[in-house]
């Protein structure tokens, strides 16, 4: 079946714009987390869905940074004016539930900021 | 200090070694840990699981967890070149609603 993809692949923007990163999980799994990839910090949790509602946004670096759920499915992360400190891979995973169930990731996004 | 401490590597070994990836985690809460591979640009794909004290065997890889120590590693025999990525270890506490705490990952190169 089809795993958890990410649009765009790739986004270059200049630094002050707002962008908008998707995910659309596996079918089926109501948890859905976003995590953020850079070199200088490794893989950190930013936010977890249960459903549409979202228990743990405890990773979210900045206001400058929502996201939500919709249907119980798809997933929009909004960066609001974006700072060169934002360039990193944004990697989006699913499970089935919570708590112990094995993640899916998806393939990320690349966002630069010029 | 981070919660996880991973050797970023990098880590270069010949074919059919043996070689041996850890993490060591000040969390006494962790209860769940992980082994994922990721491949350059791509997502990590989970390797292993496991939930208690011991090890876990999978075809080449074998994970171990020791909690006592706040320790876990992962052995893959016979590499081969198709192992050359990056490892990541992961862990998660039963209240923590799944949310993964990372190690820096391990870069592995296995040369032919």
């Known amino acids: 079946g089809a795993g958890v993809s990410q649009s765009p692949s790739n986004k270059v923007t200049e630094k002050g714009k707002d962008v908008e990163l998707r995910c659309d999980p596996i079918?089926?799994?109501?948890?859905l987390y976003w995590y953020r990839q850079s070199l200088g910090q490794g893989l950190e949790f930013l936010i977890y869905f249960q459903g549409n509602s979202a228990p743990d946004k405890s990773g979210l670096p900045s206001d400058r940074f929502s996201a939500e759920r919709t249907g119980g499915s798809v997933s929009t992360l909004t960066i609001q004016r974006t700072q060169q400190e934002d360039s990193a891979v944004y990697l989006c995973?699913?499970?089935?539930?919570?708590?112990?169930?094995?993640?899916?990731f998806g393939p990320g996004t690349r966002l630069t900021v010029l | 200090q981070k919660e996880v401490e991973q050797d970023p590597g990098p880590l270069s070994v010949p074919e059919g070694a043996i070689v041996s990836l850890n993490c060591t985690y000040s969390?006494?809460?962790?209860?769940?840990f992980m082994w994922y591979r990721q491949y350059s640009r791509k997502g990590p794909e989970l390797l292993m699981y496991?939930?208690?004290?011991g090890n876990k065997e999978d075809g080449r890889f074998t994970a171990q967890v020791d909690k006592s120590s706040k320790y876990i590693s992962l052995f893959i025999r016979d590499s081969q070149p198709s192992d050359s990525a990056t490892y990541l270890c992961a862990m998660t506490a039963r209240t923590s609603y799944g949310k993964l705490t990372f190690g820096q990952g391990t870069i592995l190169t296995v040369h032919p």
């Open positions: 995973a699913s499970s089935i539930v919570e708590s112990s169930d094995t993640q899916y």
């Open positions: 496991t939930y208690s004290s």
């Open positions: 969390n006494s809460a962790f209860q769940y």
């Open positions: 079918s089926g799994h109501t948890a």
